[in-house]
């Protein structure tokens, strides 16, 4: 896609044409008391080099330790060919084309990433992505307030254990549109979500947030909890991790009927951490519930010779059709972050996915069954996990991380603000990125932690 | 443009109602909307026993080109819809005032449906759009 600048000469032909004497005067329907003067919190301008010396110091920070620090971002290993192929100039652009008869690759890319999506989670259809899991849950909140025409609430509630970032930024995005939302209570024995708060609500909600594996690692009973939140006649949105699918129950099939939304983080395919984004969320659904799907959809169909190609689909949703009625205002996608996806499970395919998935899965055990065996150390639940797990330590949790960390290891978050009914709680993920030595050197980094900093320890 | 049939109630957003024997209105929109939005690929029906307060969204027709939404043209609650538009939305195309029905409303308040227009008002105020 070529760049085409306006120069200052082209601005003001264009102005003059249509009898307008400057930019902002195109504002001018805006009244002044509606416009923000200043921004608060955004710091002045400064140079490109300025920039690039402030993004490398930033970088620094986060460089070089050893992470096993998940909630929600994994490190997962990205084969140099995905960010070979999707930074080629005739992919590197964000935005889903609209022109079908110039951008058939990028469209294709795009529905092959629908088509692998809507497989992963067992649904029947996706949307093209949208910014973040953590928004993606928010789309998803208000897709079953439209969808879930039978309710007359406008209550979402999130069983106990949901990310709840993920219910901030929900709260944020769709609090102001009248949605509610509720958390249940999780149990602090297992870890995962209290089927009895949902079975005995006295309001049936408009839908169920269910997260698998939970914000703990943990594996919920998704088929009872998707089963007691239909029987309220509420909608299932299921909130899952990627990666996990390929050993997981997909969620098209939890309980008898399935879940209704289906979304999550698509960070770990193949996107790196890079200091918390840009990332894509995920979004896939029944073929009843298409028309209330936000984002866009690529479709594939045939043109005027009969040959097939790919083009937008049920555009009638969107803001230049439907206007304030529209189904979200994302009328673009993270495409660059999807690409990537689309060539990471390409590579990998169904097996790669799944051994990759087994193997975080066997590392995060080996790591918490050693750290576990470390006096004052617990692992806190006894459920199953996928790869991520709670470890209870007998004093508080910030200075033997900062210790870790200065040994060069991210020992994981701190749950002790969010959770403090977790005690001294730490989240703790090891990737199939760590090795046996890594695992080692973890064990020895939180050990000597702890026998440093014995007097911290809390005998209450 | 055809002849208006003179058994039926209009309104403004081009729908026409048309009170049955029994009391039920049957809701549907005009030729002229029909024409204006082209070839029908969708059409969101209400839920039976849909409670709806005038102006409310009744139903959304959708072609490849728009979607607009019915309104509900008066107090009323959804007593039936018309299952046959789930798939063949082009019904509401190809006959209007009959087969391409939307849904049958029970009113709350019928003496609203004595201000709507009757085929010659619509017709002159159709033509008033056109002038």
């Known amino acids: ?460 | 443009m055809s002849e208006l049939p003179g058994d039926l109630k209009y309104t403004d957003e081009h729908e026409w109602l048309r009170i049955e024997d029994d009391g039920s209105v049957v809701v549907g929109i005009t030729e002229h909307a029909q024409e204006a939005l082209g070839d029908l690929v969708y059409v969101e029906l209400p839920e039976i026993d849909q409670i709806l307060t005038s102006g409310d969204g009744l139903a959304v027709v959708e072609s490849v080109k728009a979607a607009s939404d019915v309104y509900a043209p008066l107090d009323a609650k959804v007593t039936d819809v018309n299952e046959a538009l789930t798939d063949a939305p082009e019904l509401v195309n190809s006959d209007p005032y009959g087969e391409g029905w939307i849904a049958r409303i029970e009113p709350e308040d019928r003496s609203v449906l004595d201000e709507l227009m009757d085929a010659d008002a619509y017709q002159a105020f159709l033509e008033k759009l056109e002038s």
């Open chain 1, 1 to 460: 896609m070529p760049f085409i600048p306006h120069t200052e000469k082209d601005i003001h032909e264009m102005l003059d044409a249509i009898g307008a004497s400057s930019i902002d005067e195109l504002f001018d329907e805006i009244p002044e008391s509606l416009r923000i003067q200043h921004l608060d919190g955004v710091p002045a301008p400064i140079n490109e080099m300025q920039v690039t010396r402030l993004m490398h110091e930033r970088a620094a920070e986060d460089a070089g330790a050893l992470s096993f620090i998940g909630a929600g971002a994994y490190e997962h290993h990205i084969p140099a060919a995905v960010w070979q192929v999707t930074t080629r100039g005739e992919f590197y652009s964000a935005y889903t084309p609209y022109q079908a008869e110039a951008s058939q690759g990028t469209l294709q890319v795009i529905y092959e990433y629908q088509s692998m999506i809507a497989s992963l989670t067992g649904m029947e259809v996706s949307n093209a992505s949208l910014y973040d899991g953590a928004s993606a849950v928010a789309e998803a909140a208000l897709m079953a307030v439209r969808a879930n025409r039978k309710s007359k609430s406008r209550r979402i509630v999130f069983v106990g254990g949901v990310n709840r970032t993920y219910q901030k930024v929900a709260q944020a995005i769709a609090g102001t549109q009248g949605l509610l939302f509720d958390e249940l209570p999780f149990s602090t024995e297992t870890g995962l979500a209290d089927l009895d708060a949902l079975t005995s609500m006295d309001e049936p909600p408009v839908a169920v947030v269910i997260s698998q594996p939970n914000f703990f690692g943990c594996v919920d009973d998704v088929d009872a909890l998707t089963d007691a939140a239909h029987a309220l006649g509420a909608l299932v949105i299921g909130v899952v991790n990627p990666t996990a699918l390929a050993l997981l129950k997909p969620p098209g099939q939890w309980g008898s009927n399935g879940a209704d939304i289906v979304c999550g983080e698509g960070q770990p395919l193949g996107v790196p951490l890079s200091s918390g984004g840009p990332y894509f969320g995920f979004m896939t659904t029944r073929q009843s519930l298409v028309r209330q799907l936000p984002g866009r959809i690529v479709g594939r169909t045939l043109d005027v010779d009969g040959k097939p190609g790919f083009t937008l689909t049920l555009q009638a949703r969107e803001q230049h059709i439907r206007r304030s009625k529209a189904t979200s205002n994302i009328c673009t996608n993270q495409g660059l972050m999807v690409t990537a996806a689309t060539i990471y499970l390409a590579l990998l395919g169904e097996q790669g996915l799944a051994r990759v998935a087994a193997s975080s899965h066997r590392n995060t055990l080996n790591l918490v069954a050693a750290v576990d065996a470390l006096p004052g150390v617990k692992r806190a639940f006894a459920t199953p996990v996928f790869h991520e797990a709670v470890v209870q330590l007998d004093r508080p949790v910030a200075p033997v991380l900062a210790a870790m960390a200065e040994q060069g290891v991210l020992g994981g978050l701190d749950l002790s603000a969010d959770y403090p009914e977790l005690g001294h709680a730490l989240l703790v993920c090891a990737t199939e990125t760590k090795t046996e030595q890594d695992l080692q050197r973890y064990f020895e980094t939180m050990q000597s932690a702890l026998t440093a900093d014995s007097s911290l320890r809390d005998v209450s």
